[in-house]
């Protein structure tokens, strides 16, 4: 069965710093994947996805993630950390052949310090 | 600008009642879902459609229902809220594609407090 572990569930970094989001999932085939932002009391956006070809994908606000099939991982990361960066995060994938459904991982609330 | 909206933000309930949360799309999308999401337990899928009339049970479909007699609207049914429903409730669209899955699109979410 597909699985997604989103191992912090908390991380707090000083505005500025960089910023590694993990995230591994358990899938028999090259997966979908996705990292979603969830801002507060608002829905999810989607940040970036990966479905084939170069496994270092750049998404939007700055960020990127890198594929990596040996460790089934799919981590998130930001080069300087904002402010209005502060939110949960979560992580997805999808399978082929489904009906678009996604699994989500438990997500990772992230706080900046000024 | 691509866009599910979901009908209310907030909703206060009594434990009983029958609640309805609704979902439209302006995307001509085949498939909706409703997903609830509570803390430390991320998003869990409760029924999806992927046409007017289906529905699939996901992976919490229990004290729920739904409907989707349009292809734009997609409801959740509450039949007899009970506080254990309280809950953060997300609303997705994903169209359809061969044997692929793009990334979806969520509505706002509507809190949902049952007392």
């Known amino acids: 069965a597909q699985s997604v572990t989103q191992p912090d569930i908390h991380i707090t970094v000083s505005e500025g710093a960089s910023l590694e989001l993990r995230c591994n999932y358990s899938y028999g085939a090259t997966p979908y994947l996705f990292w979603y932002v969830q801002s507060p009391g608002q829905g999810l956006q989607l940040l970036l996805k990966y479905f084939s070809g170069d496994t270092l994908v750049q998404g939007i606000k700055g960020f990127e993630a890198e594929f990596k099939r040996s460790q089934s991982s799919f981590n998130l990361r930001k080069p300087s950390v904002h402010w209005s960066d502060a939110a949960e995060y979560f992580c997805a994938v999808g399978a082929r052949g489904s009906q678009g459904n996604l699994i989500f991982g438990k997500g990772t609330k992230l706080s900046v310090k000024p | 600008d691509v866009k599910v909206t979901q009908s209310s933000r907030y909703l206060v309930k009594r434990t009983g009642e029958k609640v309805f949360l609704e979902c439209v799309q302006d995307?001509?999308?085949?498939?909706m879902f409703w997903y609830r999401q509570d803390p430390g337990l991320g998003l869990r899928l409760i029924y999806f459609?992927?046409?007017?009339?289906?529905?699939e049970k996901g992976d919490i479909p229990e004290g729920y229902s739904v409907s989707r007699e349009k292809k734009e609207r997609f409801s959740l049914i509450l039949e007899s809220a009970s506080t254990n429903q309280t809950s953060m409730y997300l609303c997705?669209?994903?169209?359809?594609?061969?044997?692929?899955?793009?990334?979806?699109?969520f509505g706002q979410g509507t809190r949902l407090t049952v007392v």
């Open positions: 459609s992927y046409d007017v009339k289906m529905k």
């Open positions: 995307m001509d999308h085949e498939n």
């Open positions: 997705a669209s994903t169209p359809r594609g061969s044997f692929m899955v793009t990334e979806a699109f």
